[in-house]
């Protein structure tokens, strides 16, 4: 007897099984035209026949006989009676042995029963196939069933998955409820099969629509833009913006937004209340750079050569701005760190970003922060209000008209905080490389990626500036110009502009060197050269009157005619005294305008031992003065009478202008010391530095305006804390040569070098 293990056909008595005639060799291994007609049928696992095992095989099978092979390449089984599998023996050739037993039917039909049945089978089978292009064929395949059994078997294959579920059926003795667990296995993948044919139908029409729909779409958008192209004049607003919108790039968020907008605004139509705000909205964020530009190749001297030629001096400035643009030609970035230019007013913070912006070939944009107290002015105004707009970030994004500026935020230290929130806190995220590839201005309600934007921020000070937001940034300190730097600026910038700017020739007005010099050191008082501007545009203007009543005349600006052009008297400066007293020694200070000297004045007066400080100071300095009455008093305990029976009065002159800082306590030190002593010490003798209530004498900041101011006064010799030697490499050489400077460590070698207190030894 042949055995032939099946795993994806129903295996049931009296019904036909069909296989494939290669299918039949390989696994039964026998050859189907051979004499041999009987076989034995049983389900096994989903393996090869060299891989089957004992328990590989069920343990019901059928009988059979091989009927017919086909010209199809088919052969036909008829099964006979069920038989069970005993015991299973596989050799290591692969011969399968059985023991097998028969296992009788319980005979319970109804013969006009299975009649009924096996008409509605078939009826049921033939209506499925229906659906279908094979329904022809199936019809005829079907008719060929003669019992419910072999109708069932036929269609096996495509019905019943599972090969539990046709062993289910074999297994079965009952003949009834045999029949009925096939019918109700064929019904319900027969139903199975129904839905989901309905369901493919249905999901067919859904997707024919969406290709109609998208079809009707693409056409009208075609006659649309062939109309458009026809009649440009008679777009309407919406259609520009539609086009607008398709074009602009944005991303999935924003887009989405600015659809909704535009659906409101189409359902607003002309004279809606909010038609104007919803048109101002989509005519601002259409009007933005969506698309990423790409980095472009900088070529470093041609940078380096108009940064020379915007501005002169600015040594160490140049060199690190040189720096980022290197790392960023490097990196094949658009930013990179935030760049804060602080410095005194005119010394060209907010100019050299226009010459950054022109070095890197993109746009500038300047954006001004003074006097902002409200949060909306850099987040923007949520739509919900009344005239809301843009914050100034992304207004200024949208005037440059590209994704990556170079954007100025001038005068960043005059941010101020209200009611209104704290604007200095919303531009942590502008200003945050890790947050402001994202950042959603209330106004657009989307995200927008500023991390292309090279940002520098300018500032007078860096003491108004909040710490998180100081951190965010890199500080490069601008030095105020020397009287030869102002010179050769004028000459070569401030001269031409206003000159330009009234419309004059070189031929027509001259200002000799002298003049020049004279503008600079009695016509202005600045770190910068915004005042040098001034005078000069004023001269200009002057001559520009000269001219126009004398045409043929030269007009020559020199010394001796200053006055004529120059509607204003020349300014005061401090000048160190020639004369030295006790108790008065001159000091330097820094302001927001540069450098200047200071005296501190002292003296004694009948009374119980009081401190008075006057001349408009601040804590720190109070504090300054009294650490420095402490340590006179340890160092000259022989003059403690002077402080008990006498009130002390400290005062620091122009007292209309606040002063503010510890650097004054060397000089406060060192003018009690000359008055309890009665040893004068020589104004042209300067000195700045921080005391300790041990003597110590520590670090102070603004050393270059500081010394540029004394060197400008006639002091001929300053002291300066030793840790500030280093920063003498940012001074300028005509300063450092016009001035003896003395690093100090103790306020005793101050005191010993103004010969109030005896060398030793």
């Known amino acids: 007897m042949t055995v032939v293990p099946v795993y994806n056909v129903l295996v049931v008595p009296e019904a036909n099984i069909y296989l494939k005639t290669d299918t039949y060799q390989r696994i039964s291994g026998k050859d189907p035209k051979e004499k041999e007609k009987v076989v034995l049928i049983v389900q096994k696992t989903n393996e090869d026949r060299d891989k089957l095992k004992e328990d590989s095989f069920y343990q019901v099978g059928a009988t059979g006989e091989i009927i017919e092979v086909n010209e199809n390449g088919y052969i036909v089984i008829r099964t006979y009676e069920r038989r069970n599998l005993d015991e299973v023996t596989v050799y290591n050739d692969g011969a399968i042995e059985l023991s097998v037993s028969k296992r009788p039917d319980i005979e319970d039909l109804d013969p006009e029963e299975v009649k009924k049945h096996l008409d509605s089978v078939k009826k049921e089978m033939i209506s499925y196939a229906e659906g279908f292009q094979w329904a022809g064929a199936a019809r005829a395949y079907i008719a060929q069933a003669s019992t419910v059994n072999e109708a069932i078997a036929m269609l096996s294959p495509w019905l019943i998955d599972s090969n539990e579920d ?80 398709e074009e602009s790039g944005m991303n999935e968020t924003a887009r989405k937004e600015a659809d909704k907008v535009l659906n409101r605004l189409k359902q607003e139509g002309q004279n809606g209340a909010e038609t104007g705000m919803l048109y101002d909205y989509l005519d601002f964020v259409t009007a933005l750079s969506w698309k990423k530009a790409r980095a472009k190749k900088i070529n470093l001297d041609r940078a380096q050569k108009i940064l020379d030629e915007d501005h002169y001096g600015l040594k160490k400035v140049k060199e690190r701005i040189i720096q980022q643009i290197a790392v960023m030609d490097l990196k094949k970035q658009q930013s990179g760190s935030i760049l804060c230019f602080v410095g005194a007013p005119g010394t060209g913070k907010t100019s050299i970003g226009r010459s950054i912006a022109k070095a890197l070939g993109r746009e500038y944009v300047r954006v001004s922060l003074g006097g902002v107290r409200d949060e909306a002015d850099i987040r923007g105004h949520r739509r919900t209000y009344i005239g809301a707009m843009p914050g100034r970030i992304m207004d200024g994004i949208e005037k440059s008209g590209v994704s990556n500026p170079v954007m100025v935020l001038d005068e960043i230290d005059k941010l101020s905080s209200s009611y209104n929130g704290d604007p200095a806190s919303a531009l942590l995220e502008v200003l945050d490389p890790e947050q402001n590839n994202t950042f959603t201005d209330h106004y657009m309600n989307v995200p927008y990626d500023l991390s292309d934007v090279m940002f520098i921020c300018t500032a007078n000070t860096l003491d108004t500036i909040p710490e998180p937001l100081l951190n965010r940034m890199e500080v490069i300190q601008f030095q105020g110009y020397t009287p030869s730097e102002k010179f050769q600026i004028a000459k070569q910038h401030l001269i031409p502009k206003a000159m330009k700017g009234v419309g004059l020739k070189p031929e027509n007005v001259e200002i000799t060197d002298e003049a020049l010099d004279k503008i600079i050191s009695d016509y202005t008082m600045e770190a910068g050269v915004r005042g040098l501007k001034k005078r000069m545009d ?50 330097l200070a820094w302001t927001q305008v540069g450098g200047t000297i200071l005296y501190i004045e002292s003296m004694f007066t009948q009374g119980s031992g009081k401190l008075t400080v006057t001349g408009q100071l601040g804590d720190v300095m109070r504090e300054s003065a009294q650490i420095a009455v402490s340590l006179v008093k340890s160092m000259f305990p022989d003059k403690a009478e002077l402080f008990e029976k006498n009130d002390l009065h400290i005062h620091v002159p122009d007292g209309s202008t606040p002063k503010d800082g510890p650097s004054a306590g060397i000089t406060l030190t060192t003018a009690i010391s000359s008055l309890v002593t009665g040893k004068a010490v020589t104004p042209k003798i300067a000195m700045t530095g921080e005391v300790s209530l041990q003597g110590g004498v520590n670090p102070i900041g603004g050393l270059p305006e500081k010394l540029m101011a004394a060197q400008r006064a006639g002091v001929k010799k300053v002291f300066i804390p030793k840790e500030n030697e280093e920063d003498l490499r940012d001074v300028a050489k005509e300063v450092t040569d016009n001035l003896e400077i003395i690093p100090v460590e103790h306020v005793e070698d101050v005191l010993k070098m103004t010969g109030i207190l005896a060398e030793e030894g």
């Not at 005294?577 to 020694?585: E, L, N, Q, T």
């Open 166 to 245: 046709k062993y289910r059926i074999l297994e079965e003795d009952s003949q009834s409820k045999r029949m009925e667990l096939m019918e109700k296995m064929i019904y319900e993948n027969l139903e199975m099969g129904k839905i989901n044919n309905e369901a493919k139908t249905a999901q067919e029409e859904d997707y024919q629509k969406l290709y109609r729909e998208s079809a009707i779409k693409k056409q009208i958008e075609y006659l649309q833009k062939e109309l458009d192209e026809m009649h440009p004049e008679q777009v309407s607003d919406i259609r520009k913006l539609e086009i607008k919108i």
């Open 538 to 587: 004023t001269i200009y203007r002057v001559a520009a009157v000269n001219q126009v009543r004398n045409a043929e005349k030269k007009v020559s600006v020199t010394p001796d005619n200053l006055r004529d052009f120059l509607d204003m008297h020349p300014l005061h400066h401090n000048h160190v005294k020639d004369r030295a007293k006790p108790g008065i020694v001159t000091g």
